[in-house]
């Protein structure tokens, strides 16, 4: 963290310069690029607000690469926020930037990336659709890094589809790839994937093994946000396995991680993943509370789809520990 203020620092020391100098168009990219190291970090409020001010400069200016640039990784942030909506808007007009400017590799990029919208919505086709056009321009231009990013996100397409043999091929694809050309942040998303698509199929010793790796690598790169989301992965696994204090801490731990950062839908997911471990453990009022306040995170999201697939998990849970169901009303929303 202290690199990170200590970059912070010179960023503002630079901008500083770029105003006294009056060239707006590179005050508007500065900007954008403070907005973007805040983004990184987890300072989404900061984020935000610079973003916004580097727009209205490179609008004014004329900079339409660093525009599109800018307002893709907006969307990526309304994105991470819960903001769904917004995202998809934002992630359009990023791409039709790109698109008239005939720039097809940051085209590739956020198509990659808007994949993410599809499927927290249920879109299944449409992010297949974006995942395969944007790996057909990154392997043309040989843009190898955001070849092994749309390889890892549609790994989890063919997942979510029924289609192991292929989520499994695109997983050690993108791992290939980003061991290649040294993609730690991505080699971890790919690897909590991969232990994800292990778990499902019974190989739990395997999947624990990618779950610890991918941690390592949030841990190294400070990914506190996917740090949560595989812990409570983890505590999933370790229930399954009948570890129930393991399962118990690595829980807590997600949860607490993911409330500091702030990430709706992933707090919400953990939430609602907790609730067989609570119901295992006879705590059965905390199950219910767990399920409302995970519940309401996800309708808050917009991630309709995920709601649904949790409703039926945590209703089939309940069943089996043979306690009564309750469905949160929409006025329980707690978000």
Not at 38 to 45: A, M, Q, S, W
Not at 240 to 266: F, H, I, K, Q, W
Request: net charge positive; charged share 30%; glycine share 8%.
């Amino acid at each position: 963290m202290g690199r990170v203020r200590e970059s912070g620092r010179l960023f503002e020391d630079a901008l500083d310069i770029r105003r006294k100098l009056g060239i707006r168009k590179h005050e508007g990219q500065h900007l954008a690029n403070v907005a973007m190291l805040h983004k990184d970090v987890g300072r989404f409020d900061d984020a935000e607000r610079e973003f916004t001010s580097a727009l209205e400069i490179l609008r004014r200016a004329g900079d339409g690469k660093f525009l599109g640039l800018c307002l893709g990784h907006l969307a990526s942030l309304y994105l991470e926020t819960g903001r769904r909506l917004k995202a998809e808007q934002t992630f359009e007009r990023a791409l039709q930037i790109h698109r008239r400017a005939g720039n097809s590799r940051l085209e590739a990029v956020f198509l990659s990336s808007r994949s993410e919208v599809f499927l927290q919505s249920g879109r299944v086709e449409r992010a297949e659709r974006d995942l395969k056009r944007a790996l057909a321009l990154d392997r043309e231009l040989g843009n190898r890094r955001s070849e092994g990013i749309a390889l890892g996100n549609l790994g989890i397409v063919y997942r979510r589809t029924g289609r192991v043999a292929e989520a499994m091929q695109a997983y050690e694809s993108a791992l290939s790839i980003h061991r290649e050309v040294s993609n730690r942040a991505f080699e971890g998303l790919v690897l909590g994937n991969l232990g994800n698509l292990l778990a499902e199929q019974g190989r739990r010793k395997e999947a624990l093994d990618s779950y610890e790796q991918a941690l390592r690598i949030h841990v190294e790169t400070r990914n506190r946000r996917n740090e949560g989301l595989t812990l409570g992965n983890k505590a999933s696994l370790y229930l399954e396995m009948g570890r129930l204090d393991l399962a118990s801490r690595t829980l807590c731990r997600a949860v607490s991680l993911l409330r500091n950062v702030g990430d709706p839908r992933y707090l919400g997911l953990v939430l609602c993943d907790a609730v067989p471990l609570k119901l295992a453990q006879h705590r059965f009022e905390a199950a219910r509370n767990a399920w409302t306040e995970g519940a309401a995170l996800l309708r808050s999201c917009g991630d309709i789809r995920a709601l649904e697939s949790k409703r039926a998990d945590v209703r089939s849970a309940f069943e089996k520990a043979g306690v009564p169901f309750r469905t949160p009303h929409r006025n329980e929303d707690k978000a």
